[in-house]
C-alpha cells in the first residue's frame, strides 16, 4: 500500500492496491493491520456516505469536540473531491496550517484525519460519493462547524466564493478564531 505523509505530518494519505483483471479490479480498502502499519491505529465505530450532486458542493469544516472528538479515515467511490484537513489543536506547532488531497473513484486514495482537525471538501465533479470512517459516533452536541473559505486559513479551494454550494449551517458558520478552545 502506498504511504504518503502530507505537509500536516499527522494527515496521511494512504493508497490501497487495486488487482486489475478483465472484469475490473479488487482492492482491500481496510485492512486494520496495514493502515496500522501506515500509522493509521485507529478503531472506527461509524461508517459514512454522503452523496453530493453537483460540482462545486462544499460541505465543511467540521469537527467534533471532545468527549466525541472524530478521527475520520476518508475516501471518495464516484467522482472525485478535493478534501482538506485543517490543524485546530491548540499549541500545535502547526495550528491554523492546512492540507489538501484529490480523492477520486479512480486513484482509491484515502485521507487519514485524526480528532483535533477540522475536516471538509469540495466537489470536483457532478454526483460525487464519499464514504469515511470514523473513530467516534456521531454528537449533535458536540460537532462544530468552521467557515470553509475564512480568510485567516486562506484554504484554496478549486471553488469561488460566490459558486460554492453550502449548507445553512456551512453558510452561518464560526469564524477559525472560535477554535482556540475547542482541541
Ligand atoms: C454527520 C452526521 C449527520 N447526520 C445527520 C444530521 C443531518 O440531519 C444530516 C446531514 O448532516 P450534515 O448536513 O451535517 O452533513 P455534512 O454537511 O455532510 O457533514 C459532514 O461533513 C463533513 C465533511 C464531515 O467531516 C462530517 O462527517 C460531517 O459534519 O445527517 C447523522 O445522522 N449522522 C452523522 O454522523
Same mark, same amino acid.
Not at 469561488?160 to 482541541?183: H, Q, T
Given at each position: 500500500?502506498k504511504?504518503?505523509?502530507?505537509?500536516?505530518? &499527522?494527515?496521511?494519505? @494512504? %493508497?490501497?492496491?487495486?488487482?486489475?483483471?478483465?472484469?475490473?479490479?479488487? *482492492? /482491500? %480498502?481496510?485492512?486494520?493491520?496495514?493502515?496500522?502499519?501506515a500509522?493509521?491505529d485507529?478503531?472506527? !465505530?461509524?461508517?459514512?456516505?454522503?452523496?453530493?450532486?453537483?460540482?462545486?458542493? !462544499?460541505?465543511?469544516?467540521?469537527? $467534533?469536540?471532545?468527549?466525541?472528538? $472524530?478521527?475520520?479515515? @476518508?475516501?471518495?467511490?464516484?467522482? +472525485?473531491?478535493? &478534501?482538506?484537513?485543517?490543524?485546530?489543536?491548540?499549541? *500545535?506547532? %502547526?495550528?491554523?496550517? #492546512?492540507? +489538501?488531497? /484529490?480523492?477520486?473513484?479512480?486513484?482509491? =486514495? $484515502?485521507?487519514?484525519?485524526?480528532?483535533?482537525?477540522?475536516?471538509?471538501?469540495?466537489?470536483?465533479?457532478?454526483?460525487?460519493?464519499? $464514504?469515511?470512517?470514523? %473513530?467516534?459516533?456521531?454528537?449533535?452536541?458536540?460537532?462544530? =462547524? !468552521?467557515?470553509?473559505? &475564512?480568510?485567516?486559513?486562506?484554504?484554496? #479551494?478549486?471553488v469561488?466564493?460566490?459558486?460554492?454550494?453550502?449548507?445553512?449551517?456551512?453558510?452561518?458558520?464560526?469564524?477559525?478564531?472560535?477554535?482556540? &478552545? #475547542?482541541?
Open positions: 500500500m504511504v504518503e505523509r502530507l505537509a500536516l505530518p &499527522d494527515i496521511v494519505l @494512504v %493508497t490501497p492496491p487495486r488487482f486489475g483483471d478483465e472484469r475490473g479490479f479488487f *482492492s /482491500e %480498502t481496510y485492512n486494520a493491520a496495514r493502515m496500522a502499519a500509522g493509521i485507529a478503531v472506527f !465505530v461509524q461508517d459514512n456516505h454522503s452523496l453530493s450532486r453537483r460540482r462545486g458542493v !462544499v460541505r465543511g469544516l467540521h469537527c $467534533q469536540l471532545p468527549p466525541h472528538p $472524530q478521527g475520520k479515515l @476518508v475516501r471518495c467511490t464516484r467522482g +472525485a473531491i478535493w &478534501d482538506v484537513a485543517v490543524d485546530a489543536r491548540q499549541g *500545535s506547532p %502547526t495550528f491554523g496550517r #492546512w492540507v +489538501a488531497a /484529490e480523492l477520486t473513484a479512480e486513484n482509491g =486514495s $484515502q485521507l487519514w484525519i485524526p480528532a483535533g482537525f477540522l475536516h471538509g471538501f469540495c466537489t470536483l465533479t457532478d454526483a460525487a460519493e464519499v $464514504q469515511y470512517k470514523c %473513530t467516534d459516533v456521531w454528537s449533535r452536541d458536540c460537532e462544530r =462547524s !468552521v467557515r470553509w473559505d &475564512d480568510p485567516d486559513l486562506g484554504i484554496a #479551494w478549486p469561488a466564493a460566490g459558486d460554492a454550494i453550502l449548507s445553512d449551517k456551512d453558510a452561518a458558520a464560526a469564524p477559525f478564531a472560535a477554535v482556540r &478552545d #475547542w482541541f
